[in-house]
Nanobody, 119 residues
Framework: QVQLVESGGGLVQPGGSLRLSCATSGSIFSINTMGWYRQAPGKERELVATITSGGITKYYTDSVKGRFTIFRDVKNTVYLQMNSLKPEDTAVYYC?????????????WGRGTQVTVSS
């Protein structure tokens, strides 16, 4: 019911910045929360940040607090501004939408975008 397309990944040096974007389409009205997850090679997927549909409530995992910012625009595109990037931020980043459609909970995922932090 909801389609997500990520963009903005790439190669950046330590200390650099990137902005990821997640464009949404479909039954956008059904979305409660959107977020960014990441998965590094050999590791489990982990939650990075979330934002509620109204954009008021945000959550960040401890390792990115003060460096990453999640926000959304009027077109329901969700962004992840990543500053002061570290090599340990290297991962595939996935956009997620959580909501309810016909009273049934769902999770929608994008295909992911690669972020590599290396000198």
């Amino acid at each position: 019911q909801v389609q997500l397309v990520e963009s903005g990944g790439g190669l950046v040096q330590p200390g650099g910045s990137l902005r990821l974007s997640c464009a949404t389409s479909g039954s956008i009205f059904s979305i409660n929360t959107m977020g960014w997850y990441r998965q590094a090679p050999g590791k489990e997927r982990e939650l990075v940040a979330t934002i509620t549909s109204g954009g008021i409530t945000k959550y960040y995992t401890d390792s990115v607090k003060g460096r990453f910012t999640i926000f959304r625009d009027v077109k329901n595109t969700v962004y992840l501004q990543m500053n002061s990037l570290k090599p340990e931020d290297t991962a595939v980043y996935y956009c997620n939408a959580h909501g309810f459609f016909n009273a049934i909970a769902y999770d929608a995922w994008g295909r992911g975008t690669q972020v590599t932090v290396s000198s």
